[in-house]
Structure formats: structure tokens, C-alpha cells
Nanobody
């Protein structure tokens, strides 16, 4: 019923920039928080940044001052602008959103995840 699709990953040199985008589609009544997570090889998935529907944002310490999260509620999208990238930022980045689905037959609110997009900082 709901899909999240990420785009924008790739290979970039240290110090470079990338912009990730995530679009939610399907039977969406309301999107609450949206965020980005990442998982590096051999490590647990960790939160990178999140944004609530009131505009409040949070960032993990490693990315503060370098990454910026934004959302467009008219398009059901969330973006992550990543600047001053470091090799430690290399990971698969996942988009997540807490979404309320409401139809005449179904109503539920839960977290949805995208399939992930690879970001590699090397060179």
C-alpha cells in the first residue's frame, strides 16, 4: 500500500557532496516523522537525521553541521543534503517514515522503509 523509494546515492570523493531523495507513494493519509538511517558493513543501522511534521529536526553527532534534512509535504518527499563527506560516511542509506494509512477498510500507523541506496566516499 505504501512505498518509499530512495535516489541520489553514488561514489564521491572526500569533501564532496551528495543529495539523497526519498519519495513516499501509495495510500497515505498522513506522514508523521521522516528520517534517514545508515548501515555500514559490520555495523548496526543508525539514525542519521529526522524531521517531524512540525519541522523540528534532529541530527546524529557525526553529521551535525554537515548534513541537512528537509521535507516537502505536498510531494511526500524527504531529502538529505550531505556536505563535506568523509570516508566514515560510507554506508547504505535508508529512508524511513511513520505513515498513517486510512481507507474505508483499513487504518494503521507504522514505520515504512525504503530499499536503501549506497553512498561511497573514497578517492
Amino acid at each position: 500500500q505504501v512505498q518509499l523509494v530512495e535516489s541520489g546515492g553514488g561514489l564521491v570523493q572526500p569533501g564532496g557532496s551528495l543529495r539523497l531523495s526519498c519519495a513516499a507513494s501509495g495510500t497515505i493519509h498522513k506522514i508523521n516523522a521522516m528520517g534517514w538511517y545508515r548501515q555500514a558493513p559490520g555495523k548496526q543501522r543508525e539514525v542519521v537525521a529526522a524531521i517531524h511534521n512540525n519541522g523540528q529536526t534532529i541530527y546524529s553527532d557525526p553529521v551535525k553541521g554537515r548534513f541537512s534534512i528537509s521535507r516537502d509535504d505536498a510531494k511526500n518527499t524527504v531529502d538529505l543534503q550531505m556536505n563535506s563527506l568523509k570516508p566514515d560516511d560510507t554506508a547504505v542509506y535508508y529512508c524511513a517514515a511513520n505513515i498513517l494509512v486510512r481507507t474505508p477498510n483499513v487504518e494503521h500507523e507504522r514505520d515504512y522503509w525504503g530499499q536503501g541506496t549506497q553512498v561511497t566516499v573514497s578517492g
